[in-house]
C-alpha cells in the first residue's frame, strides 16, 4: 500500500519535533526520536522514494487549483526542503495576504528539486523563486553527494528559472552544526564553504544572495538554542529572524526588475 502524502508529512513532523497544531510556541529541545519513530521515518521515506522519487505528487492538485497569477501580481515561490515546507505552518501570516506560494518538501535533495522544478516552478509563472536547499544533500539524505554535485543542481536549477524569465534569489545554508538523525555528521564546514560558493555565484549572475546565516548562527556555525528546538530546523522565533531578510531580498528583485511587490502588513 502506498503511503499518503498526508501520513508522509505527518510522520516527518513527529520526528523532527514540529507540529503544525503545536505553531512553534515554545523553546523546549526536541527529544531524541525512539527507534519506533525513526523505522516509521525509514519506512515512509524508502516507501515514497520507491513511488514518486522526485515527490511530484505533494502539489500536483494544488499546482491546477492555483492556475495562472493574475495580471500584474508578483508572484514568488519559496522552494525548498523542510525549512521551507514547515514555514507556512509555524508562520502563516508572513504568506497571508500575498502572492507568495510554499514548495517545500522535507527532506529533498538537490536533485529531487531539479526534477519538479518545472512542474512546483516554473509551471506556476512567478515573478521570483527563493531557493534554500542543500543541507539533506549534506546530510546524504539521496546518497553521498560532493559540495560539486550540489552546486550544479542549483546551477541548473538557475539557468532553467533565467531561461523562463524568473528572478532568481539564492538563500544561504543555515547555520548547523550537528544533525540529530546523523551523530557521526560534522556539516558546518560544508555548510560553509556551500554558503562561500553560493554567495560568489550568485553575485556573477545577476541573483539576490539571501544571507541568513549571520543572523542566526552561534559560535560554533550551529543555529543559536533560542532560534531552533532541534539544531537544524528555525522555531517561530528563527523564523521572525528570516522573514524580514526574505521581505527585503524580494523587494530588491523586484526593484532592480522595475517591478514593485504586493506585500502585506508588516510583520
Not at 519513530?37 to 505533494?58: G, I, V
Not at 492556475?67 to 509555524?90: A, L
Amino acid at each position: 500500500m502506498r503511503t499518503s502524502g498526508k501520513v508522509y508529512i505527518l510522520i516527518i513532523m513527529l520526528i523532527i519535533g514540529l507540529s503544525v497544531q503545536a505553531q512553534d510556541n515554545t523553546n523546549a529541545r526536541r527529544q531524541p526520536p525512539t527507534p519506533e519513530q525513526m523505522a516509521a521515518f525509514r519506512k515512509a521515506m524508502e516507501e515514497r522514494l520507491r513511488n514518486d522519487w522526485a515527490y511530484l505528487a505533494r502539489y500536483r492538485d494544488d499546482n491546477a487549483e492555483i492556475g495562472d497569477p493574475d495580471p500584474g501580481e508578483d508572484r514568488v515561490v519559496f522552494y525548498g526542503n523542510s525549512i521551507t515546507d514547515f514555514w507556512i505552518n509555524i508562520m502563516p501570516e508572513f504568506f497571508a495576504g500575498k502572492p507568495y506560494i510554499d514548495r517545500g518538501i522535507s527532506g529533498q535533495t538537490t536533485p529531487q528539486m531539479l526534477v519538479r522544478f518545472r512542474q512546483d516552478v516554473i509551471n506556476l509563472k512567478p515573478k521570483m523563486v527563493v531557493i534554500l536547499a542543500g543541507i539533506n544533500d549534506i546530510n546524504g539524505n539521496t546518497g553521498p553527494s560532493t559540495l560539486e554535485m550540489i552546486e550544479d543542481n542549483i546551477r541548473s536549477m538557475v539557468e532553467i528559472a533565467k531561461a523562463n524569465n524568473i528572478q532568481v534569489v539564492l538563500s544561504s545554508v543555515l547555520p548547523c552544526d550537528s544533525i540529530y538523525v546523523r551523530p557521526d555528521l560534522h556539516p558546518a564546514e560544508r555548510v560553509l564553504l556551500l554558503n562561500v560558493w553560493l554567495k560568489k555565484y550568485a553575485t556573477e549572475n545577476q541573483c539576490v544572495y539571501l544571507d541568513y546565516f549571520p543572523n542566526l548562527a552561534n559560535e560554533k556555525n550551529g543555529l543559536k538554542e533560542e532560534y531552533t528546538n532541534d539544531g537544524i530546523h528555525p522555531n517561530k522565533a528563527g523564523y521572525k529572524i528570516m522573514a524580514p531578510l526574505a521581505e527585503e531580498a524580494i523587494k530588491k528583485t523586484l526593484a532592480a526588475s522595475g517591478d514593485n511587490v504586493q506585500s502585506g502588513p508588516p510583520l
